[in-house]
């Protein structure tokens, strides 16, 4: 992948933090020539205890999954196989006070819509231009930043004068930014995707165990790229295929 240009890697899941060695795959991905950045997304449970290796291993960043900020209502989102729980666990109510993180401290807060793949099509749904508006009624000096230095992604990014910090709004539904998209995901069973709404890839774990040389993965990784959909088609919550849920595939 570096080859091939790619100079970022997000380390996801599941839960990246409940794999063994974590911080040694995190040391080996950035000691690849071209390897730039490499970063994580976490639910943040084991993120404390281990920080220091993860720091020490060369981890430039991290993203926490944070989806309230009350206990009980974690506790409905977060039950196993329970999706009456889940379901009503939503939680737009607090959808305020999770953007006002941004304002005494130094955090990007994104909010990304819900997309309609395993429990998300069934789950309600708020538009990032809607959720902009309405946080511009709480905020009327909410402004665009005009240039923001971290993320390397689809968000967009929104402050208000005097807040320390940001919030970022991905419409991966109604935002439709797929002609500027520049993400794949490897998933954990070596399945390469080139996009969340496809079941279209390249299965590169069979191609490594059966010999394959470096200019076939080479090839086989631009030709996966190269194919990227112009378009998601989300709204069409059908077409959607529903063969894993968004944790299998590094969501």
């Not at 196989?81 to 955090?107: C, S, Y």
Request: overall charge neutral; proline content about 6%; charged content about 20%.
């Amino acid at each position: 992948f570096a080859q091939c240009g790619i100079d970022t890697v997000r380390v996801t899941g599941g839960e990246p933090l409940v794999r063994k060695n974590v911080a040694q795959l995190v040391a080996g991905l950035k000691a690849i020539p071209g390897i730039r950045k490499v970063t994580m997304t976490t639910n943040g449970i084991l993120l404390a205890q281990q920080l220091p290796a993860l720091l020490a291993a060369g981890l430039d960043s991290v993203n926490i999954s944070l989806d309230t900020l009350r206990p009980e209502v974690f506790r409905q989102i977060t039950a196993r196989d329970d999706f009456a729980a889940v379901q009503a666990g939503v939680n737009e109510g607090e959808l305020e006070d999770l953007a006002a993180l941004a304002e005494k401290h130094p955090l990007q807060v994104r909010f990304i819509e819900m997309m309609p793949i395993g429990y998300g099509a069934a789950m309600p749904c708020i538009s990032g231009p809607e959720l902009r508006q309405r946080f511009a009624r709480r905020w009327p000096e909410l402004q665009p930043l005009a240039e923001a230095a971290f993320g390397d992604g689809p968000a967009v990014y929104y402050t208000v004068p005097g807040w320390q910090g940001s919030i970022g709004f991905i419409a991966a539904v109604h935002g439709k930014f797929c002609a500027s998209c520049n993400r794949v995901r490897l998933t954990s069973q070596g399945f390469l995707r080139p996009c969340l709404a496809s079941e279209a890839g390249c299965d590169l774990k069979v191609l490594l165990r059966s010999g394959a040389s470096d200019e076939e993965l080479l090839t086989a990784i631009r030709t996966t790229i190269w194919e990227k959909p112009q378009e998601h088609h989300f709204e069409l919550k059908q077409d959607i295929p529903a063969t894993r849920g968004m944790y299998r595939i590094g969501g």
